[in-house]
């Protein structure tokens, strides 16, 4: 039957059941009538038995040249036809039990001839030789049900609508289809194109999960996020060869190398493979691929060094190769002139970057280039590219300063620099990047002062400048004016005085870092308004008196470090809540016999003087990423050796 979707309902004699077409009650009971039929002349029965004896003939004749066939191509699958006279036996003496305990005559039963053979013949060439003969491949499997078990019966006559429907019956089996949490209507006779669910995605908008077809009866997308898929992608997927969009992300239990069945898939515009567990290298046919325009291959195990056909994807827009282990130049990407978002993070690729790379990447969104080896000076035009919203660099051996911005800026809102070898200043004309809401510059060689224009920035919520060997100073008056703030990290900046009483101007802070500097005087009462505080670290500095009784109203305060100071009077006021910090490190320990100076109830930890205690630097462990739009959705620290270098 030709494979068309009955979208209309449109009923015919294809879709009418076979138990429909069987004949009637009363017709069985009118041929078993052992009367009926004595009528006929002797010479009848004799062409009746003549014919009869012909057909046995071709049907052995056909049987044997079946069997020699496969003896001369070295059939592997030598039990099959003994496992078939077995069923068909079985089948024969159940029938037989049946006769014989009933006074009914059963009507008549159609003998289907099964079509396995002729359907492995139809599909060599397509399939390798031992995987359709070979029980329990994927191949075998898909042959024989679309051969004797699909109630659609697909003609091999219509070519593309049979290969089809066994490249997904393939992908079912070799990817632990049974055990899908949504089935998806695969293996139902309804045409592929129905062989899917609405589904919704992380925006709670409607989609299509499984097989889809756009606008023909041809199969153009395969959307697979998060189904337990299992086992390496099939070589007969290329026979979908309208395929334009392949989604197959979250799935960790898709292994094997690159899928070779992506050589002949010339129309394809997506491809994602994220979050999956390929291994080995990058195909150098990769760049065959001209039509792609995103190519999402992150977090798998992928590795060796980057094809250099990649930069004949000049259609690209997306490219996500993040979190692997792959190598390569950064100017291999230079030719992609149609790049969106470039996302390298985590990677072993190396090079340096100039003022012709970003030019020749003029429609640059996204640049996350963090955690490789890229050894280079920033561009001086970093900041002149008209729609760069996201840059991170971090983790690399970029060196020199930080270059000026020279226009304003209303694109640039995440800009990560930590973690390399920085050098010079905070540039005076940062307030030109108006929107940013992201800085992060810790754990460089930055030097001077704080530029009081960054008051302008007020849009910033994330500002991280710890660890450099800033000019000696106060904690800056205009950070107040940040009204925004949700992180502020001012670690090992070299701060002194006391700390200021403006804090209720940051309702909204969350994280406040002022480890390892040289302040002094009592804990401000304005921290007691900070309710969405969630960590403080005050430790390492000189800070004197009591803490204030305003901090009971702290009661999202789950981590606090205060230890290393000259606290006095304890910590009831924290202690009191009905849910104190989980982790709470003070000065808290005293010799035996001796008075304590600081009690503490609550404490998970308890310094004592000249003593070694928390000897670590608490290091934040989750950068914002893609997957979350860059933003930080949580937290979670790590303690580091202080005379290490940060992670």
């Known amino acids: 039957m030709s494979d068309t979707p009955d979208l209309e309902n449109v009923s015919s004699l294809e879709d009418t059941p076979i138990h429909d077409q069987l004949p009637s009650v009363e017709e069985a009971h009118a041929n078993a009538n052992p009367n009926t039929g004595y009528k006929a002349s002797r010479a009848n029965r004799i062409v009746c038995y003549t014919m009869f004896g012909l057909v046995a003939g071709a049907a052995m004749l056909s049987f044997l040249g079946y069997s020699l066939y496969n003896m001369n191509q070295g059939v592997v699958d030598d039990d099959f036809y003994s496992r078939s006279y077995q069923d068909n036996n079985k089948n024969t003496q159940q029938e037989s039990h049946q006769n014989t305990n009933t006074d009914v005559a059963s009507p008549a039963q159609p003998v289907v001839a099964s079509r396995i053979p002729e359907v492995i013949e139809f599909l060599l060439g397509l399939s390798a030789f031992e995987d359709l003969h070979r029980h329990h491949t994927p191949q075998y499997m898909a042959a024989k049900w679309i051969a004797d078990e699909d109630e659609r019966q697909v003609s091999l006559e219509d070519r593309t609508a049979f290969l089809e429907r066994y490249a997904m019956s393939v992908f079912y089996f070799a990817t632990n289809g049974p055990n899908w949490p949504l089935q998806l209507n695969f293996l139902s006779k309804e045409h592929i194109c129905k062989w899917k669910q609405i589904g919704f995605g992380s925006d709670d908008k409607p989609r299509f999960v499984g097989a889809h077809c756009m606008y023909g009866m041809n199969v153009e997308q395969i959307f697979f996020p998060e189904n337990w898929l299992t086992g390496e992608f099939p070589n007969e997927m290329n026979l979908l060869e309208k395929l334009e969009l392949i989604s197959i992300y979250r799935n960790p239990g898709i292994s094997g190398p690159f899928p070779i069945a992506m050589k002949k ?29 995103q190519l999402i291959l992150s977090n798998n195990k992928l590795t060796g060094t980057i094809p250099a056909s990649i930069n004949k994807l000049t259609q690209l827009s997306q490219l996500f190769l993040d979190d692997n282990k792959l190598e390569g130049d950064i100017k291999l990407f230079e030719p992609l002139g149609k790049l969106e978002n ?53 983790e690399n051996h970029f060196h020199g300063p930080i270059p000026n911005v020279e226009n304003n800026n209303k694109a640039l809102e995440f800009l990560a620099l930590h973690d390399n070898q920085i050098t010079g200043g905070i540039p005076n004309t940062m307030y030109m990047l108006g929107k940013l809401s992201h800085l992060d510059l810790s754990n460089n060689t930055l030097v001077g002062d704080f530029p009081v224009t960054m008051s302008v920035n007020m849009h910033l919520k994330y500002l991280f400048v710890a660890n450099n060997p800033f000019e000696q100073g106060e904690i800056p008056t205009f950070i107040s004016q940040l009204t925004n703030l949700k992180d502020l990290s001012l670690k090992g900046t070299r701060r002194t005085g006391t700390i200021p009483d403006w804090w209720h101007k940051l309702p909204t802070l969350t994280l406040l870092d002022l480890d390892d500097n040289n302040l002094e005087g009592e804990v401000p009462e304005s921290f007691g308004q900070l309710r969405e505080l969630n960590y403080l670290m005050l430790n390492n500095n000189q800070l004197t008196g009591n803490i204030p009784t305003a901090m009971r109203t702290l009661t999202n305060l789950s981590f606090l470090l205060m230890e290393r100071n000259n606290l006095k009077g304890g910590a009831d006021a924290l202690c009191g809540n009905d849910k104190p910090p989980s982790t709470f490190i003070a000065d808290c320990g005293h010799e035996t016999g001796a008075d304590e100076e600081f009690p503490c109830e609550c404490c998970t930890e308890c310094c004592q003087d000249d003593k070694p205690c928390n000897e670590f630097s608490w290091i934040g462990t989750v950068d914002p990423i893609w997957e979350t739009r860059y933003e930080r959705l949580f937290y979670q620290f790590e303690k580091v050796a202080k005379m290490q270098s940060d992670p």
């Open 265 to 293: 898939l010339t129309n394809l515009k997506y491809l994602g493979l994220h979050y999956c567990d390929l291994t080995g290298s990058l195909p150098d046919w990769l760049g065959d691929l001209t039509g792609l325009e």
């Open 342 to 394: 470039l996302l390298l993070e985590d990677n072993l690729i190396t090079g340096s970057m100039d003022e012709s790379f970003l030019k020749n990447l003029a429609s640059l969104q996204v640049l996350d280039i963090s955690q490789n080896q890229i050894d280079s000076t920033i561009p001086i035009n970093l900041f002149s590219l008209a729609n760069l919203s996201v840059v991170d660099l971090h």
